[in-house]
């Protein structure tokens, strides 16, 4: 029975340890999945521009992602054109006009029938600059992404690669992600690996050690040594290694775990760093032991006793199968609601550009949504359960449209904890509703005064009352641009809620019914 106790324990430590590591791939393919979502928003821009897209429109457009501030590993987003036979020269005009960089495309000569030029690149910093004019398809690795890429219309990623921008001596590995631009009416490409109508590029280049490096330590560094392979689990494809100990556990506790990451598969190779604590089942074992040696002649507590270790193993055979299913539901939602985030986020980008008077209206807008979306999403990692509770989701909200120091405000409601679609949705509500309290309302003025109350009706329903009283009339007509429909389609279609409006001259009162089952 000893024996039993201690594998069944051991057991039970391989498996909290397994959950530890797969939480921590949950966190890095979650982060990857956010940095991918920036190419489809930019395609949305180059859509929106068609073929007048400006190097000075692109970098305003990147500089105002704050990509190195808030997306740790990529080094930039740019644009690889198709250079037809006879464009080299205008290849180097447009990279020395737009960058002051006196280089065309290189390298000079390529074994494929097409070429691409990197043509812009930003942010514009030094070790950007050096990837500009580069021939990305005269490279195997990388023209393999890219006709993938072409012919599914999707996001596709390399295998590991050593970037152009690695310039020093402090060299990363690496991977891009592509993802194709197409534009009717040009002409035809050379060979047929490509479509007709394909441009060229969006991408984005990752170093790899930045990229996890920054995700780990965001979080928390894992009692986990980690190796990651891109492609096959073997040392030609290892791109990054934990720089913690490793524990010194036996070979039961290497855990392998495999990710599709934009058509690549990724291998995590798993096994406890020297931070891992078991638990006690080692000491209960041997405590076991002992007892049965000094109690041996008493034969009916020893059955009593081997009775209670039988259905301490079954027990740990029933929550061992119970952690099973429920990792695997963990990371079918994680990948589900990783899907429903890039698609959400490319309707959002591509109805701000169709709705923006401007380049700089879309930048603002765009940016100031996909912030909502992030603070909600922080909101929900800082939950164990997944769960945000519904005050601090409309005080953040507030607090990020008007300001710090806004304060003529009120919110009262019994605690309520919200889901993470309910969250999600809720935070673009409250966003858009607090922009235009500030837009039509003069919500900052502080004459006025803005209420919002909630409470959970008899059948579980979630009714949330949003009230603004204006120490002045304004005139205001009923909204029907985008975010007044994003409203609506959030409350009513994603939600399956009721949404009542009314406007009066004191100014705006809504009221918001959410079901028990969508919060």
Do not use: C
Not at 173 to 180: E, I, K, S
Not at 450 to 478: F, H, M, P
Request: charged share 25%; hydrophobic share 45%.
């Amino acid at each position: 029975m000893p024996v039993a106790v201690y594998r069944s324990g051991e057991q039970a430590n391989i498996l909290r340890f397994q959950s530890i590591a797969d939480d921590t791939v949950d966190r890095i393919s979650l982060r990857i999945g956010e940095h991918i979502s920036l190419l489809e928003a930019t395609r949305a821009l180059f859509e929106a521009e068609g073929a007048q897209i400006s190097q000075g429109k692109f970098a305003s457009f990147v500089d105002h992602l704050d990509i190195n501030n808030r997306f740790d590993g990529v080094q930039g987003i740019g644009f690889s054109s198709i250079v037809q036979d006879g464009q080299e020269e205008a290849v180097w005009r447009e990279i020395s006009s737009n960058y002051g960089v006196d280089r065309g495309i290189f390298p000079k000569t390529s074994d494929a029938a097409v070429r691409t030029a990197v043509i812009m690149l930003e942010p514009s910093d030094e070790r950007n600059l050096a990837a500009l004019g580069f021939d990305m398809y005269s490279e195997s690795i990388r023209r393999e992404a890219m006709q993938a890429a072409a012919r599914s219309n999707e996001v596709r990623a390399t295998t590991k690669v050593e970037l152009v921008q690695e310039i020093d001596d402090q060299k990363q590995p690496g991977f891009l992600v592509y993802l194709p631009f197409f534009l009717d009416g040009g002409p035809a490409i050379a060979g047929d690996a490509l479509p007709r109508n394909l441009r060229g590029f969006i991408y984005a280049p990752f170093r790899i050690g930045d990229l996890i490096g920054a995700t780990l330590n965001r979080g928390g560094i894992a009692p986990v040594h980690m190796s990651i392979y891109l492609g096959e689990p073997t040392q030609e494809n290892l791109v990054f290694e934990s720089a913690n100990r490793l524990g010194g556990f036996n070979a039961a506790y290497e855990y392998l775990v495999s990710v599709d990451v934009a058509g690549q598969t990724w291998h995590y190779q798993m096994q406890p760093s020297d931070q891992f604590r078991e638990g006690t089942e080692r000491a209960i074992a041997f405590l076991l032991a002992s007892i049965m040696i000094l109690m041996a002649a008493a034969l009916a507590l020893s059955l009593r006793s081997q009775m209670k270790a039988l259905a301490a193993s079954r027990e740990v055979v029933r929550v061992t199968d119970e952690a099973a299913v429920q990792k695997d539901f963990l990371l079918q939602e994680m990948k589900h609601r990783i899907k429903n985030s890039i698609a959400r986020v490319l309707a959002i980008a591509r109805q701000t550009a169709n709705h923006s008077e401007s380049l700089e209206d879309f930048i603002a807008s765009f940016t100031k949504r996909l912030q909502a979306m992030a603070a909600a999403q922080d909101l929900l990692t800082q939950s164990h359960h997944q769960t945000a509770r519904l005050g601090d989701l409309l005080r953040n909200e507030l607090l990020q449209v008007f300001d710090q120091d806004f304060d003529n405000y009120s919110i009262d409601g019994p605690k309520v904890d919200l889901g993470a679609k309910a969250t999600q949705a809720l935070a673009l509500v409250f966003h858009e509703l607090a922009t235009n309290a500030l837009k039509y309302a003069d919500m900052a003025n502080g004459a006025n005064r803005l209420d919002i109350r909630w409470q959970l009706a008899d059948d579980g329903r979630l009714e949330i009352r949003w009230e603004e009283n204006l120490d002045a009339v304004i005139t205001r007509q009923e909204g029907s641009g985008f975010g007044t429909r994003l409203i609506h389609s959030l409350v009513a279609g994603e939600l399956g809620g009721q949404l009542r409006r009314e406007l009066t001259e004191n100014g705006l009162r809504l009221e918001i019914s959410v079901p028990r089952e969508a919060r």
